[in-house]
């Protein structure tokens, strides 16, 4: 990986030390690779001039700078590392709920139950309807939108209104884990067709009123909530076996949560 020509040399230097300690390690040029990946380190403020840096091939890994000195944070250079290593991505030794969804009613059910997992650990309530929201919506989008059929037709995304539950073979899933403030959420689709397009596109009106992309079932404010109500968003895609997303949200109050600093890391193999 290397740093994007944009970044200050004074801030690499200053992300260099924590970087390493999270095994990402950077390159001064493209190396071996002919596409190496980029990262972007940035104040967090997420603009739609950022949906350029998505539609890179690879897509540009943007990690928020955090703090009286910005600097990248611990967790989320470890989750980065994760995310490039094909490790879990959930922190480690956390306790991990998970749970098998085949049902719109089990994505409310899970929803409710993770809300809960927030309240129980000194969450707000805020933020605990935060979560729920996010869990609406990340499970949905892999529940609904993902499953395709062998010749690449979606099975439920322009019907999703009236679908009550999917095929066995079609269910998803999706786990937690709270970890120093903040709850962690998962949910794993076997399909693996998620791209960063949806989401440039949910950054292309960011600050903006939100445009529903009907095209692909609805799902364009879906990812807008995702990304306002997260302080980050990793996927790691496995074309044509796996989607994995996961959403790391603060327990603390909500107020102007769009505006907070935020993460955005989409890798796909």
Known sequence: M????????ALLEQAAPLLTQGGVALHPGPGLSSRPRRLVLFDGRLTPSHAELLLREPP???LATRGAQPRPSAWEV??????LRGGSLLPEGAAVTRKQLWSVADIGAAGTEAA????RAGGSRAAAALVGDVVHEIAANALLDAPVDSDGQQRY????TQVREVAPEDSCELAWAVEDGRIWLEVVDRFGGLRP?????????????VQVDASGGGAGLGLRRILEHS???AVRVTAGRESRVVCVVDLGEARRRATQPKSLLFCSQ
Request: proline fraction near 7%; glycine fraction near 12%; aromatic fraction near 4%.
């Open 116 to 119: 809960v997992a927030v309240t």
């Open 197 to 209: 397009g949806p989401f440039a596109r949910a950054l292309e009106g960011w600050g903006g009123r």
């Open 78 to 83: 470890r989750l980065l590392g994760a995310l």
């Open 2 to 9: 290397i740093a994007d020509e944009s970044l200050p040399p």
């Open 60 to 62: 540009a890994l943007l």
């Open 231 to 233: 302080d980050t968003v």
């Open 157 to 160: 995304a322009h019907r999703r």
